[in-house]
Each structure stands twice: as structure tokens, then as C-alpha cells.
């Protein structure tokens, strides 16, 4: 049976994220989309802390993580997500419009699965969204869901 632990979108500008969740849902993926919009509320979720104490979702099939982000950039959940025993091997793509090879070196360093940069053009972007969205939800078999308890979490 696969595994149909959420997707999480972390992606601040409301435009990207409505064209990635309509990428995704044409997919037919059965895995819900959760989408947040800073990296705070993102480590919240998956430290099940803050508006998000006591749910024990299993931690998502794949984090689809924007690089520049209020609160808490992507590079810094990255770092936070990695140093954390209960949440390490959650998968994460780093999807954002940076070109910028020292954004790239550093995601690939704090252990980053995949770098995406995301297109311009419309129908590439769309795209690029559904093969990532078939291959983390589909085709990769993730790490077992983790069991975070309320409260816990670790890292930073």
C-alpha cells in the first residue's frame, strides 16, 4: 500500500503555491497538500507545535521548500530539519527562482534531496511540479513516518 502521509508545500507567494497545488491536483495524487506560508509555521508543522500540537501526521512524504521565506528562510528550516533526529530523513526539495550557485551549493551541503529551479514559463513550471509531484508521491518509497508526540522535536 503507498504511503499517503501530505505533501508540504512551503511557499510564501500566494501565486506560486496556487499553481503548484492545481499542478499537483492534476497528478491525481491521493496525498493531501499542505501548504504554509513561512518557515516558522513550517517547522511548526512539522514538530507538530503551535496550531499544529497534537497532530501526528507521520511527517510528509516530501517538503517542496521555497528559499526565501519570512520568518525563517528555507535554508534555516533546512539546517533545523537536518539537526533534528525525529525529523532528518523527511525529504526536501528546495523549489525556488534562485540562480544563484551559492544558494545551490549551500541547500546540497545542509543535505538538501533536490534543487529545482522554478521556470518562468508557465507550462514549464507546470511541468516541472507535476514530475516532481509523481516522483516524491509516486515512484520514491519515503523514509518510515516518523512519531513526533506533541510538544517534542527537537532541533533548534
Not at 13 to 29: F, G, I, S, V
Not at 36 to 49: I, P, T
Not at 75 to 89: A, F, G, T, Y
Amino acid at each position: 500500500m503507498r504511503d499517503l502521509r501530505p505533501i508540504l508545500l512551503v511557499e510564501d507567494n500566494p501565486k506560486d503555491a496556487e499553481l503548484t497545488k492545481a499542478a499537483l491536483a492534476r497528478c491525481q495524487l491521493l496525498n493531501e497538500v499542505t501548504h504554509v506560508r513561512d518557515g516558522e509555521e513550517a517547522l511548526h508543522y512539522l514538530r507538530s507545535q503551535g496550531k499544529y500540537a497534537g497532530q501526528n501526521h507521520g511527517g510528509p512524504v516530501v517538503v517542496l521548500l521555497d528559499l526565501k521565506l519570512p520568518k525563517v528562510d528555507g535554508l534555516e528550516v533546512l539546517e533545523q530539519v537536518r539537526s533534528d533526529p525525529n525529523l532528518s530523513s523527511t525529504p526536501i526539495v528546495m523549489l525556488t527562482s534562485s540562480r544563484e550557485e551559492q544558494d545551490l551549493v549551500k541547500s546540497y551541503k545542509l543535505g538538501v534531496n533536490a534543487f529545482v529551479v522554478k521556470p518562468v514559463d508557465f507550462k514549464e513550471f507546470f511541468e516541472a511540479i507535476q514530475g516532481l509531484g509523481m516522483f516524491w508521491g509516486i515512484t520514491n518509497l519515503p523514509p518510515p513516518p516518523f512519531a513526533i508526540q506533541p510538544g517534542e522535536g527537537g532541533g533548534k
